[in-house]
T-cell receptor
Framework: DVKVTQSSRYLVKRTGEKVFLECVQD?????MFWYRQDPGLGLRLIYF???????EKGDIPEGYSVSREKKERFSLILESASTNQTSMYLC???????????????FGSGTQLSVL | DQQVKQNSPSLSVQEGRISILNCDYT??????FLWYKKYPAEGPTFLIS?????DKNEDGRFTVFLNKSAKHLSLHIVPSQPGDSAVYFC?????????????FGTGTLLAVQP
């Protein structure tokens, strides 16, 4: 069974803290994504990566950075957490351009982050 | 600017009847569309997809219709079951350099009443 694992289910942090959200996939997928889900706004793409050490900005990258040192792991970093970053964060992976081309994504269960 | 819109935040349907979930998009460059289903406390899971060269795709109780001229797609669930109660997201695929990225809609909460 395919698996995308997010390290924390719930996380509470203080304003100004540096926050790391970790995601690991076991499907040897090339592409990995970070989304945030907010009521009334749906899922919005923060960053994605199509190869190790490669990254591209999504629609709302401000205040975030990412790291992909290994193919299976994609980390989302909040450099200085703010209250407007309180959200559900969802990691996803996809097989990539060379394998069918059209993305069917596999999602983790999400991390509910609260910034106080 | 919301490129993929689901104008109905919620929908309530009786068990056994048809559920119709709608989705509109603005970017004519989208060429592949997907529906995802999300239960509380779980990540979204893929449900069904359609390429822009088709106007219909069917998988069991689920059928997706695409009207390119209207930039509109819909998901039909027949018959609806209580286990179908979830948030449904439509998504559109846009080629973005080295890979495709998905643009999601805002979601529709479907409640199927027994």
């Amino acid at each position: 069974d395919v698996k995308v694992t997010q390290s924390s289910r719930y996380l509470v942090k203080r304003t100004g803290e540096k926050v790391f959200l970790e995601c690991v996939q076991d499907m040897d997928h090339e592409n990995m994504f970070w989304y945030r889900q907010d009521p009334g706004l749906g899922l919005r793409l923060i960053y994605f990566s199509y190869d190790v050490k490669m990254k591209e900005k999504g629609d709302i990258p401000e205040g975030y950075s990412v790291s992909r040192e290994k193919k299976e792991r994609f980390s989302l970093i909040l450099e200085s957490a703010s209250t407007n970053q309180t959200s559900m964060y969802l990691c996803a992976s996809g097989p990539g351009q060379g394998r069918g081309g059209r993305e069917k994504l596999f999602f983790g269960s999400g991390t509910q982050l609260s910034v106080l | 600017d919301q490129q993929v819109k689901q104008n109905s935040p919620s929908l309530s349907v009786q068990e056994g009847r048809i559920s119709i979930l709608n989705c509109d998009y603005t970017n004519s460059m989208f060429d592949y569309f997907l529906w995802y289903k999300k239960y509380p406390a779980e990540g979204p899971t893929f449900l069904i997809s359609i390429s822009s060269i088709k106007d219909k795709n069917e998988d069991g109780r689920f059928t997706v219709f695409l009207n390119k001229s209207a930039k509109h797609l819909s998901l039909h669930i027949v018959p609806s079951q209580p286990g179908d109660s979830a948030v449904y997201f439509c998504a559109a695929s846009l080629y973005g350099g080295a890979t495709n990225k998905l643009i999601f809609g805002t979601g529709t909460l479907l409640a199927v009443q027994p």
